[in-house]
Structures are given as structure tokens and as C-alpha cells.
């Protein structure tokens, strides 16, 4: 061995060691905080679904969450947005969004908004991952990593889905570039995360799907033709809640009225429905699509839960977008199965990958959330589905600062913002 690769193993064993610590300790504390915070969204939503009188509390609610934040200084709040521009910038992120995101994502799970729970994920790891490195007098240049880690070590906590976890961290910030310096500590810290949650008694998502057909040209032409068509879902989903978001902030100037607004909205469409299938994350709706093979939804649901999502967010509550994601794509399985020959809890868990694909515009995360929550036997269904649904879903995604560096068709280079 020549004498400067010696220094340079040495160099790297130095780096190493120091983002193993930092992912050690991000994972514990981050899962720890995840872990707790998954747990209240479980009480919460226990709690609401017993006493259902709750969701006309709704517009209160809000009102609250927008005073929340007015008086912590952040009337503005950029949430995921934020995030993902400050890897891209090597920029810091608010130590204070860890607080503001989860008390307000659990008073929106309380009262019956439509959102799902990642929001916090991105934004709580975001935000401690680059906490810890400060207390720990890491360099600026690091701030890219820090934060990575974070998220990777929230995601991995609330999801129990790791190697997804470790990939969206790294993929999801800009489209086409993948951040292969924060693989270790992203690891380390995503397992960390799952091993403290699993602990603390946070519960997973994981559902395989046991029924899966031989894959045959046949299965490829229709899972194909089915990915297409959860791709143009998936980029209605990103119009509508962007559209919507506009809509609102552009008729109702004050905070305070719009959350309101937004609020009575949702009110009025659960009474509508009859029911509260589509508030809260939807979780249960999700568990029976794939595990209940009698479940049948109205072929029109996927629809109703992009709307409650839609006018939930764009009053100001607050959430995540990617646990509805879930919710869309496994109610569309769940209504075309029959039509594209497949058994509805195979054509649901396709449904849930290729729309997560197509609003993350995350294909190997999508690759991997789908092993770690179904299992590896469908893995020929999900490569298809996901292959396709990346190329139709167009630049299109629900985090407006998310970028399109590489073109999804060629290797040009377009460097700009989904849609």
C-alpha cells in the first residue's frame, strides 16, 4: 500500500467515525422525539374518532394554531419548503420548527383535519439534525449532512421503514442528484431512529402482500397502463393542493379568516360524507386496503381525500402530504383492481408506491418504502409501476422548492422548481 493511500484511509476513518457519532446520537434523539410524537398522533386520533364532535371544534382549532405561531415569530411558515432549500443552500434551519410543527400537526389530527404526519418528520428531523450539529460546534460546510440525517432518522422513526428513509433524505431535495456523502451518517442515524422507536412502542406501517401473481407480460402491460394512471393522479394531487393553497391565500389575505374559512370547509364536506373517513391520516382506510380483501371504498374516495387534503393545508393547518399520498394511491387500487385484472390488495399497494413516486418524484424511495412495507415478492409489479409512473408524472411534486435539476425523459440539464 502506497503511503498516500494510508493517509488518505486515515482521513477518511477520522470522517467517518465523526458521522457515525453524529448519526448515533441524531437517531437517538430525533427517534426518541418521533417515536413520542407518533404516539400522540395514535392518542389524538383514538380520541377524536370516540368523540366525534370534535371536528366542529375545527375552525377553533386553526385559529389557535395560526396565533401558535404568530406569537413563536414564524407567521410565515415555509415548513418542508424550508428544508429542502436549506440542503440545497448549505443554510440552517429554525431549531424552533421541531415545536411548532408537532404541537400544531397534533391539535390538526385532534379536531379532524386531513393531513398525514411525515410534514413533521421532514421538518422535526430537519430542524434537530442541524440543532445537534450546532450544539456540537459542527462546521457550516456540514449543514447539507446534518440536516439529511435528521430526516432520514424521523422518517425512518415514524414509518419503521429505514432503507426508504435513508434514500428519500438523500434523493428528494433535487431530482436527478443524489447527496452520497450523507449515505453513512443517514444509515446510522435511520436505523438508530427505527431500533429507539420500535422500542418506545411506536408502531410500523408494514403490510405484505401475500397474494402476487407470476409476473407475465401480460402483468406488465397492465401494471404499466395502471401506473400511468396513478401518475396522472398523483400530478392532480400536486395541482390541486397548489391550486388550492393559491386560491385561498389570494381570496383570504388575513391568516386568521382563512384558517377559518378552511376550517368550516372541511366542517361542512364531513357532513356531507356522513362520516369521517377522510380526516386524519386515513391510516385504518389504508391497513384495509391491503389486508382486508372484502374492503371495497367508493370508486370515487381517492378524489374526496384530495380535496379534504387540498382545503385542510391550505388554511394553515398543519401536516404532511405523503400519509394521503398513501391514502389516494391504495383507494384507487382499491376501485380499479378489478379493471386491470389485478387482486385489489396488490393493485392497492402498487396504487400507494406509484402516487408517493409521483408526488416525491422519489423512484428509489418509492422502490424502497414499497420492499419494506409489502415485501420483496411483488418486486417485479413495483419496478414497472415505478418506472412509468416517474416518467408521467411529469415535473410535477407537492414541495414547490423541490428542483428538477436532470430531465426525467433525457440528460439535459433543467434546473427548475416542480410544479
Given at each position: 500500500?502506497?503511503?498516500?493511500?494510508?493517509?488518505?484511509?486515515?482521513?477518511?476513518?477520522?470522517?467517518?467515525?465523526?458521522?457515525?457519532?453524529?448519526?448515533?446520537?441524531?437517531?437517538?434523539?430525533?427517534?426518541?422525539?418521533?417515536?413520542?410524537?407518533?404516539?400522540?398522533?395514535?392518542?389524538?386520533?383514538?380520541?377524536?374518532?370516540?368523540?366525534?364532535?370534535?371536528?366542529?371544534?375545527?375552525?377553533?382549532?386553526?385559529?389557535?394554531?395560526?396565533?401558535?405561531?404568530?406569537?413563536?415569530?414564524?407567521?410565515?411558515?415555509?415548513?418542508?419548503?424550508?428544508?429542502?432549500?436549506?440542503?440545497r443552500n448549505n443554510e440552517s434551519v429554525p431549531v424552533k420548527m421541531a415545536p411548532?410543527?408537532?404541537?400544531?400537526?397534533?391539535?390538526?389530527?385532534?379536531?379532524?383535519?386531513?393531513?398525514?404526519?411525515?410534514?413533521?418528520?421532514?421538518?422535526?428531523?430537519?430542524?434537530?439534525?442541524?440543532?445537534?450539529?450546532?450544539?456540537?460546534?459542527?462546521?457550516?460546510?456540514?449543514?447539507?449532512?446534518?440536516?439529511?440525517?435528521?430526516?432520514?432518522?424521523?422518517?425512518?422513526?415514524?414509518?419503521?421503514?429505514?432503507?426508504?428513509?435513508?434514500?428519500?433524505?438523500?434523493?428528494?431535495?433535487?431530482?436527478?442528484?443524489?447527496?452520497?456523502?450523507?449515505?453513512?451518517?443517514?444509515?446510522?442515524?435511520?436505523?438508530?431512529?427505527?431500533f429507539v422507536a420500535e422500542a418506545l412502542g411506536a408502531g410500523e406501517m408494514s403490510?405484505?402482500?401475500?397474494?402476487?401473481?407470476?409476473?407475465?407480460?401480460?402483468?406488465?402491460?397492465?401494471?404499466?397502463?395502471?401506473?400511468?394512471?396513478?401518475?396522472?393522479?398523483?400530478?392532480?394531487?400536486?395541482?390541486?393542493?397548489?391550486?388550492?393553497?393559491?386560491?385561498?391565500?389570494?381570496?383570504?389575505?388575513?391568516?386568521?379568516?382563512?384558517?377559518?374559512?378552511?376550517?368550516?370547509?372541511?366542517?361542512?364536506?364531513?357532513?356531507?360524507?356522513?362520516?369521517?373517513?377522510?380526516?386524519?391520516?386515513?391510516?385504518?382506510?389504508?391497513?384495509?386496503?391491503?389486508?382486508?380483501?372484502?374492503?371495497?371504498?367508493?370508486?370515487?374516495?381517492?378524489?374526496?381525500?384530495?380535496?379534504?387534503?387540498?382545503?385542510?393545508?391550505?388554511?394553515?393547518?398543519?401536516?404532511?402530504?405523503?400519509?394521503?399520498?398513501?391514502?389516494?394511491?391504495?383507494?384507487?387500487?382499491?376501485?380499479?383492481?378489478?379493471?386491470?385484472?389485478?387482486?385489489?390488495?396488490?393493485?392497492?399497494?402498487?396504487?400507494?408506491?406509484?402516487?408517493?413516486?409521483?408526488?416525491?418524484?422519489?423512484?428509489?424511495?418509492?422502490?424502497?418504502?414499497?420492499?419494506?412495507?409489502?415485501?420483496?415478492?411483488?418486486?417485479?409489479?413495483?419496478?414497472?409501476?415505478?418506472?412509468?409512473?416517474?416518467?408521467?408524472?411529469?415535473?410535477?411534486?407537492?414541495?414547490?422548492?423541490?428542483?428538477?435539476?436532470?430531465?426525467?425523459?433525457?440528460?439535459?440539464?433543467?434546473d427548475e422548481n416542480t410544479h
Amino acid at each position: 500500500m502506497s503511503s498516500e493511500y494510508l493517509t488518505h484511509l486515515w482521513k477518511d476513518l477520522k470522517s467517518g467515525l465523526k458521522w457515525i457519532c453524529f448519526g448515533l446520537i441524531c437517531g437517538a434523539v430525533i427517534g426518541a422525539v418521533s417515536a413520542v410524537f407518533a404516539n400522540l398522533i395514535v392518542l389524538v386520533t383514538g380520541i377524536r374518532t370516540t368523540h366525534g364532535w370534535l371536528i366542529f371544534l375545527l375552525p377553533l382549532a386553526g385559529l389557535g394554531i395560526i396565533f401558535y405561531y404568530h406569537i413563536l415569530g414564524a407567521d410565515r411558515p415555509r415548513g418542508t419548503n424550508l428544508v429542502l432549500d436549506s440542503i440545497r443552500n448549505n443554510e440552517s434551519v429554525p431549531v424552533k420548527m421541531a415545536p411548532l410543527i408537532i404541537v400544531s400537526t397534533v391539535i390538526t389530527h385532534l379536531f379532524g383535519g386531513s393531513v398525514g404526519r411525515e410534514g413533521a418528520a421532514l421538518q422535526v428531523g430537519g430542524s434537530l439534525g442541524y440543532g445537534i450539529g450546532h450544539l456540537l460546534h459542527f462546521h457550516k460546510e456540514d449543514r447539507r449532512r446534518m440536516i439529511m440525517c435528521g430526516m432520514a432518522a424521523s422518517f425512518s422513526a415514524l414509518f419503521g421503514t429505514p432503507l426508504a428513509a435513508t434514500m428519500l433524505a438523500m434523493e428528494i431535495t433535487t431530482v436527478g442528484i443524489m447527496y452520497h456523502s450523507a449515505l453513512l451518517p443517514c444509515v446510522v442515524a435511520s436505523l438508530t431512529a427505527h431500533f429507539v422507536a420500535e422500542a418506545l412502542g411506536a408502531g410500523e406501517m408494514s403490510m405484505i402482500v401475500e397474494s402476487v401473481p407470476e409476473f407475465t407480460p401480460m402483468h406488465f402491460l397492465m401494471t404499466a397502463v395502471f401506473a400511468i394512471c396513478c401518475a396522472m393522479v398523483s400530478v392532480l394531487f400536486c395541482v390541486a393542493m397548489h391550486k388550492v393553497k393559491h386560491q385561498m391565500a389570494d381570496r383570504f389575505k388575513n391568516p386568521y379568516i382563512r384558517v377559518l374559512v378552511s376550517g368550516i370547509l372541511v366542517v361542512i364536506m364531513t357532513m356531507l360524507v356522513g362520516d369521517q373517513t377522510y380526516n386524519g391520516t386515513g391510516s385504518a382506510i389504508i391497513s384495509a386496503c391491503i389486508k382486508d380483501s372484502s374492503f371495497h371504498i367508493a370508486p370515487y374516495g381517492f378524489l374526496l381525500k384530495i380535496l379534504f387534503t387540498a382545503v385542510t393545508l391550505s388554511g394553515g393547518y398543519q401536516g404532511g402530504e405523503i400519509v394521503p399520498s398513501l391514502f389516494i394511491g391504495a383507494t384507487f387500487g382499491n376501485a380499479c383492481a378489478h379493471i386491470f385484472g389485478l387482486d385489489p390488495a396488490l393493485a392497492a399497494a402498487i396504487g400507494m408506491t406509484c402516487v408517493f413516486c409521483g408526488v416525491t418524484n422519489c423512484p428509489i424511495a418509492s422502490l424502497m418504502i414499497a420492499f419494506e412495507m409489502f415485501g420483496f415478492k411483488p418486486a417485479p409489479f413495483f419496478m414497472a409501476a415505478v418506472a412509468m409512473t416517474y416518467l408521467f408524472s411529469g415535473n410535477y411534486g407537492i414541495y414547490a422548492s423541490q428542483k428538477i435539476h436532470f430531465s426525467k425523459f433525457d440528460p439535459a440539464v433543467i434546473d427548475e422548481n416542480t410544479h
